[in-house]
């Protein structure tokens, strides 16, 4: 019978959902039609009480019945009780989360070692910490900017952390340059120069150019005319290029993005997430 009941619950809901919007807590909802079918198919089946009553009343009612309610009498119910409308989509919405993070896990794993051993992205924090968290940030990207100083934050703080950036610039012509420079900067010195060029390229106001690039370089004592050459090479071109590939797996499309553990966490944290992921990941394994 419940099967029959999920079935009508979906059509009502589909029908419902195409016209009615309801404010609760102040907060006003627009249910889109598939995601309620789909939300109350999936609720009900994790909640067959949720409309006992209706389906007691209706059976009560009519008992030469021999199939579930119908679509009036749960329209009805769901009428009278909206409430159930938004204990369904936060359930559907926890499952999808689950479901969600699950696939991270799984895509972490799989490529376990182009993330955290890639040979070419630039290690900061402690390079013996006993985790790791990886960066993907954009000289460009003004979230990126603010999430810089709360990285570095976090990182101070914790003190065992390994930090893994990876260049990945998706917001121009400025960001593929600045990300260029920033990986051959790490041919020069031994790689000292990078975290001060890195910092640098992070805290400049606005977007980047050639000219804004080249002079923070020239600031930090890099050689500016090695520079231009080496970020040229086939192989800072590919290893951006792997970077792209890597974010493509991992269905990152946009920074920053952070992978903590077996978590993706994408866009802006600020430190004290930052303290609570690691915490998790510490605990987990």
């Known amino acids: 019978m419940y099967g029959q009941i999920g079935m009508g619950l979906g059509a009502i809901a589909l029908a419902v ?38 389906v007691t009343s209706y059976m009560e009612a009519n008992p030469g019945a021999a199939s579930a309610p119908s679509g009036d009498a749960i329209r009805g119910y769901l009428l009278a009780n909206p409430e159930v409308i ?16 699950a696939a991270d896990g799984e895509l972490i794993e799989t490529n376990a070692k182009e993330i955290f051993e890639d040979g070419y992205s ?16 954009d000289y460009n990207c003004g ?7 709360e990285v570095e934050k976090f990182v101070k703080a914790d003190g065992n ?17 600045s990300a260029r420079a920033a990986l051959a900067s790490s041919a020069q010195k031994d790689g000292e120069l990078y975290p001060e060029f890195n910092d640098a390229l992070m805290l400049h106001r606005g977007s980047h150019t050639e ?8 600031k930090v004592g890099l050689d500016v005319e090695t520079l231009k050459k080496d970020m040229q090479g086939e192989e800072i071109r590919d290893q951006i290029n792997r970077t792209y590939a890597l974010a493509q797996k991992l269905k990152i499309n946009g920074t920053p993005a ?7 966490v994408r866009g802006f944290v600020p430190a004290a997430q930052l303290e609570i992921f690691a915490e998790s990941a510490r605990e987990e394994g």
């Open 17 to 54: 959902s195409g016209y009615v919007a309801y404010s609760t807590g102040n907060k006003r909802i627009n249910v889109e039609p598939a995601v309620v079918h789909g939300a109350f198919t999936d609720y009900l089946v994790a909640n067959p009480d949720t409309v006992g009553n209706s």
């Open 86 to 101: 938004v204990e369904a989509m936060n359930a559907y919405e926890e499952k999808q989360k689950i479901a969600a993070a």
């Open 122 to 137: 630039i290690i900061r924090g402690n390079p013996d910490g006993d985790l790791t968290v990886v960066e993907f940030s």
């Open 143 to 149: 979230y990126c900017k603010r999430a810089h100083t």
């Open 161 to 177: 952390i390994r930090l893994v950036i990876k260049e990945f610039p998706i917001l121009g012509d400025g960001s593929v340059l």
């Open 211 to 218: 000219d804004t690039v080249m002079s923070i370089a020239e």
């Open 258 to 264: 952070f992978i903590i553990g077996d978590e993706v």
